[in-house]
């Protein structure tokens, strides 16, 4: 079955805090995504990944940054979180088929 | 740019009762048009597809006609289950599934 698998599923940081939110897939996928979701806005892509060591912006990168290192896995990174950035947080990993989501990790900051 | 417009919810609706999720879209060329579905808690599941004008996607009793005449995408189902409860985002792509372009989501409530 296949698996794209985000750390945390709930996480409270304070103004401020550096956030690190964790994506592993397991599928070989190339491509990888991160949305964020909030109510009566969908989902707005942030930043986005073709390969390793490789990214780039999305509709929404400011405030944020990404790494990835290792293909299976796709890091976002809010350097100094604001309360703006409280919100439900989507990883994706892309094959020819299809675009397989994880279950998301909310992030409150407060 | 790509855009996609979905009517607002939350929908309301008994069981057994006919589904119609109005989708609309702005793109240049020929994209792709998606329905996925996410149920309380979970992530986003692709709940069908059309690749091409006049195509039909259909899964788990759910229908969508990519209409390009109309830029339209409509989800529909003949009879709900309390179990469609879900929110609904309609998407189109012009590259595969890479930079999807998601609507802002309907809420459905399905009642016994």
């Known amino acids: 079955d296949v698996k794209v698998t985000q750390s945390s599923r709930y996480l409270v940081k304070r103004t401020g805090e550096k956030v690190f939110l964790e994506c592993v897939q397991d599928?070989?996928?190339?491509?990888m995504f991160w949305y964020r979701q909030d109510p009566g806005l969908g989902l707005r892509l942030i930043y986005f990944s073709y390969d390793v060591k490789m990214k780039e912006k999305g509709d929404i990168p400011e405030g944020y940054s990404v790494s990835r290192e290792k293909k299976e896995r796709f890091s976002l990174i809010l350097e100094s979180a604001s309360t703006n950035q409280t919100s439900m947080y989507l990883c994706a990993s892309s094959g020819p088929r299809e675009l397989f989501f994880g279950e998301g990790s909310r992030l409150t900051v407060l | 740019g790509n855009s996609v417009t979905q009517m607002e919810g939350p929908v309301t609706l008994s069981e057994e009762a006919f589904l119609t999720i109005n989708c609309t879209y702005t793109?240049?060329?020929?994209?792709?048009l998606f329905w996925y579905v996410q149920y309380p808690g979970e992530g986003l599941q692709l709940l069908l597809k059309a690749t091409k004008a006049d195509d039909k996607g259909s899964n788990k009793g759910f229908e969508a006609t990519y209409r390009k005449e109309t830029t339209s995408f409509h989800l529909e189902k003949g009879s709900v289950q309390v179990s469609d409860s879900a929110v609904y985002f309609c998407?189109?792509?012009?590259?595969?599934?890479?930079?999807?372009?998601f609507g802002t989501g309907t809420r459905l409530l399905v009642s016994p």
């Open positions: 998407a189109l792509s012009d590259q595969g599934f890479q930079k999807l372009v």
């Open positions: 793109a240049t060329g020929y994209p792709s």
């Open positions: 599928m070989d996928h190339e491509n």
